[in-house]
């Protein structure tokens, strides 16, 4: 009778505890994802009544040259910040790694950026990339080349601005690559040495498959982040120049926030959603194929 | 010779990574014509940069609605989190299972997808402007709570079940019982919550156009793309310096509770 009194008394406060999460579930996640579904078929500037257009902002959507021109821009992001994420990332974890003193302190050195608000970031990196009197400029024409466009040649934007990210988030991915560095048994390495191996072949063939579990959460996680590229583009260059830098995400904030098309900006956001969600699942499929296989 | 090869380039990484930081703090106290020079000592120093951000926006109540703002949503987060939490782990009820389902549903939701929708929400609730629309829809993540429950998981039983025979209710047992045993829980949430708040800039820069009531970050970047820093260099590193010192003294002090909560959970900050 008494254990019966203790599961009943459960059974409620159960409901009263999770309450606020189904309430906060219905209204600022159900809710929004409804509604984004009634947005997708109206013209809507949030001041006049919504007005019903079909499919029209479907039809826009595959006649927008700028949207693909973002999405395309999002893709270069990753394309070139991912691989340089790690690759920056393993170098100095790989560094860290042997026996270093002082490795907390320079660990906590490279994760500063990672801290500090993009804003900063980005504002000190204005200043670095500028023309004529930017420090990366000064030092590049000290050793007798020429100065590097930076952030105001369409070729070279989006790459700095990836260049921006690596340096803001490496820091993650250093400590990432160094838990993973540390939890491969130092058998398997000596294992290799008596096969003979050398220390690349070694690397090769036991650091980097044993990394593998963790290069695939970098490569997962760094995705879902860069495809929410936004305030770096915004206040480095505003999207420019030439559209440059224009991120998929910059760009549904203007359609939605400075031109007040909030239906197509949400049809725009519903796209660019199921877009995320088909890359990070054929990434998953590609994984485990190449885990598995 | 291979050691010393490794800590030149360690050290090159500690100039990339500081340097800039440092050179940023000390152009904000230079005179305009010397903040361009790499080094970061000056002939003289002064606060004149300060000066004028302070005359031009209204940067230290942007600091307080930042403050108010991420501790609200802080201490909303690790409170709920810690009950829905506790309710997956510890309590039995019907349904638990589907709602655990949800949340794990509701985290793959791509924040692009409901951005908009959520902006007319809080329109239609009239919270625009308002601390309400910076507070609310931020107040429980589903991060948090998977975190959560996951450390219940690992509190006996046996622990609760002797609490319950005393008469202990289940709000006593969570808050007196269970939290003093969670603390390493409970400080990767609050750094999480905290850093992801006071770093937000994309969702206050829709919900406010008010500018008492902007929070930090929203209101260096409307003064550095806005025109207001003019050319003004020491200005723009002022705004970016008066931003970026509470993090980085708060960093200095716990980096190591820092790196491990953000580290652990791969979130970017």
Redesign the interface.
């Known amino acids: 009778m008494k254990r019966r009194n ?2 009943s ?7 009263l ?2 309450l ?3 309430l ?2 219905c ?3 159900a ?3 409804v ?2 579904l009634v ?1 997708m078929f109206h013209r809507w500037n ?1 001041v006049t009544p919504m007005e019903w257009i079909g499919v029209r902002n479907f039809v826009r959507l595959a006649h927008d040259p700028l949207f693909f021109k973002s999405l395309a821009n999002t893709a270069i992001f990753l394309l070139l910040h991912i691989p340089l994420q790690i690759a920056v990332a393993l170098g ?1 974890a790989l ?2 790694n ?1 026996k ?1 003193k002082n490795r907390g302190f ?15 970031v980005t ?3 204005q ?2 990339y500028s023309y004529d ?1 930017g ?1 990366l400029n ?1 030092i590049i024409t000290s050793v007798g080349l020429p100065r590097v466009p930076w952030i105001v040649d369409p070729g070279v934007a989006m790459p700095s601005v990836a260049i921006l990210a690596t ?1 803001k ?1 490496v ?2 991915y250093i ?2 690559f160094l ?1 993973g560095l540390q939890n491969i048994p130092q058998e398997l390495y000596e294992a290799a040495e008596l096969d003979g191996a050398s220390r690349s072949r070694s690397f090769l063939h036991v650091t980097v498959p044993m990394l593998n579990p963790t290069i695939i ?1 970098i490569v997962v ?1 760094s995705t ?2 860069g ?2 590229l ?2 770096e583009p ?2 480095l260059t ?1 999207g420019g120049p030439m559209q440059s830098t224009l991120s998929a ?1 910059l760009y ?2 203007n359609q ?2 400075y031109f007040s098309h ?1 239906g197509y ?2 049809t725009l ?2 796209v ?2 199921l877009f ?2 088909a890359v990070v699942l054929v990434q998953r499929k590609v994984i485990e194929s190449d885990t598995t296989g | 010779m291979k050691k010393t090869l490794a800590y030149i380039v360690l050290c090159i990484g500690v100039i990339v990574f500081g340097y800039p930081f440092l050179w940023m703090i000390a152009g904000s106290f230079k005179p305009e014509m010397e903040i361009g020079n790499l080094n970061p000592w000056s002939s003289s120093y002064t606060w004149n940069s300060f000066v004028q951000v302070f005359t031009k926006v209204p940067i230290g109540r942007a600091f307080l609605n930042s403050l108010f703002v991420s501790l609200s949503v802080t201490t909303l987060v690790v409170v709920l989190g810690s009950m829905v939490g506790y309710a997956l782990a510890k309590l039995k009820f019907f349904g638990k299972g589907a709602i655990y389902l949800l949340i794990l549903f509701t985290m793959m939701i791509p924040f692009q997808i409901t951005l908009i929708p959520q902006y007319i929400l809080m329109v239609k609730l009239g919270w625009t402007d308002t601390y309400l629309s910076l507070i609310v829809p931020s107040m429980m993540t589903g991060l948090s709570i998977i975190l959560f429950r996951q450390f219940f998981l690992s509190v006996p039983q046996a622990l609760i079940d002797a609490a319950r025979i005393d008469g202990c209710s289940d709000l006593h047992i969570l808050f007196r019982l269970i939290w003093p045993l969670s603390r390493p829980v409970i400080i990767t949430v609050a750094i999480l919550t905290f850093m992801a708040s006071w770093n937000d800039v994309l969702w206050p820069l829709i919900v406010v156009r008010d500018r008492t009531l902007m929070t930090m970050p929203q209101l260096v970047t409307i003064f550095v793309i806005g025109g207001e820093a003019e050319t003004q260099l020491g200005s723009l590193l002022a705004a970016a310096t008066l931003l970026a010192l509470p993090v980085i003294i708060a960093y200095a002090f716990f980096q190591r509770y820092f790196i491990e909560s953000m580290a652990s959970s791969g979130i970017k900050g």
Not at chain 1, 9 to 15: I, V
Not at chain 1, 107 to 120: C, D, L, N
Request: aromatic content about 26%; hydrophobic content about 65%.
């Open positions: 203790i599961f008394r459960s059974d409620r406060t159960g409901y505890f999770v606020p999460y189904v906060y579930f209204v600022f996640v809710y929004p994802l509604f984004s947005l949030i100095f560094l860290l042997a270093i320079f660990r906590a050195v490279y994760f500063m950026p990672v801290v500090v608000s993009g804003v900063v504002v000190l990196w200043q670095l009197y420090v000064s340096w988030n820091g993650i400590v990432l838990v959460a996680l879902i982040g495809f929410s936004f305030i915004y206040v505003g995400m549904i904030y939605a926030f909030m900006a949400a956001g519903i660019f959603a995320i969600l």
